[in-house]
T-cell receptor
Framework: GQQVMQIPQYQHVQEGEDFTTYCNSS?????IQWYKQRPGGHPVFLIQ?????EVKKQKRLTFQFGEAKKNSSLHITATQTTDVGTYFC???????????FGTGTSLTVIP | DTGVSQNPRHKITKRGQNVTFRCDPI?????LYWYRQTLGQGPEFLTY????????KSRLLSDRFSAERPKGSFSTLEIQRTEQGDSAMYLC???????????????FGPGTRLTVL
């Protein structure tokens, strides 16, 4: 079953509003990756966070890794219709190479 | 197209039948992962290979599931005696192993959608 939880499960925003999805793990993670999956598509890698407290930005997207390395967030500023999709976090535990994907947050942007 | 390819894209089978899926990774990638994804859920890890060696296998994977990567290139995933609960999207991803554990970027294929009637 899922060991990495994400909230919210669904989010509807007006175009131009901000959006945030939160990822929480019950165990400490070695690193965390974020993926975007468009409707009917496959997951596409966005970014990876490795260090405690790390913050990375990609244009309007800001990714953060918690100090305890058990949670992460993705924030999108001024959403656009092209941001529509499901955003997944995927965490790697301290041993092994198995990534645990979160439950995902489905983003709908209303024009 | 040099991305990850999967065949077939769709498979409909009757309960109890065996099915086999194929994944062709990006040519220089030495790691290959199999995942299963059901509607509204994230991909669930099944197994992964580095070259031809199967290094990890999910404890959730029943004995009916087997995967191979005989020459370290393409991989097959076989499900024996399919059950309705096996209906899902089966995703393959490939990556190039890095020196730091878990930092490889996975590139996903389009998936094979299995429907068990």
């Amino acid at each position: 079953g899922q060991q990495v939880m994400q909230i919210p499960q669904y989010q509807h925003v007006q175009e131009g509003e901000d959006f945030t999805t939160y990822c929480n793990s019950s165990t400490t993670l070695s690193n965390i990756q974020w993926y975007k999956q468009r409707p009917g598509g496959h997951p596409v890698f966005l970014i990876q966070l490795v260090k405690s407290g790390e913050v990375k930005k990609q244009k309007r997207l800001t990714f953060q890794f918690g100090e305890a390395k058990k949670n992460s967030s993705l924030h999108i500023t001024a959403t656009q219709t092209t941001d529509v999709g499901t955003y997944f976090c995927a965490g790697l535990r301290d041993t092994g190479n198995q990534f645990y994907f979160g439950t995902g947050t489905s983003l709908t942007v209303i024009p | 197209d040099t991305g990850v390819s999967q065949n077939p894209r769709h498979k409909i089978t009757k309960r109890g039948q065996n099915v086999t899926f194929r994944c062709d990774p990006i040519s220089e990638h030495n790691r290959l992962y199999w995942y299963r994804q059901t509607l509204g859920q994230g991909p669930e890890f099944l197994t992964y290979f580095q070259n031809e060696a199967q290094l990890e296998k999910s404890r959730l994977l029943s004995d009916r599931f087997s995967a191979e990567r005989p020459k370290g290139s393409f991989s097959t995933l076989e499900i024996q005696r399919t059950e309705q609960g096996d209906s899902a999207m089966y995703l393959c991803a490939s990556s190039l192993a890095t020196t730091v554990r878990g930092t490889d970027t996975q590139y996903f294929g389009p998936g094979t959608r299995l429907t068990v009637l």
